[in-house]
């Protein structure tokens, strides 16, 4: 997934499930999201996180 497709990704599932979500980079160099409760991975792998709290 590029990271522009991520992005959007991101951005649909936090206004759709209101949870923060974070963007981050597996170890083959791929990109995913998922909720930010979720996530129990390295914290350097996190590109970006989206609050839908956020202004």
């Known amino acids: 997934m590029s990271l522009n497709d991520a992005?959007?990704?991101a951005f649909?599932?936090?206004a759709t499930l209101?949870?923060?979500i974070?963007?981050?980079e597996a170890g083959d160099g791929s990109l995913s999201v998922m909720p930010a409760n979720e996530f129990d991975g390295d914290a350097t792998?996190?590109?970006c996180e989206i609050d839908p709290f956020t202004p």
């Open 18 to 20: 209101m949870v923060a």
């Open 7 to 9: 992005h959007a990704f």
């Open 45 to 47: 792998a996190i590109l």
């Open 12 to 14: 649909s599932l936090a």
């Open 22 to 24: 974070v963007i981050f």
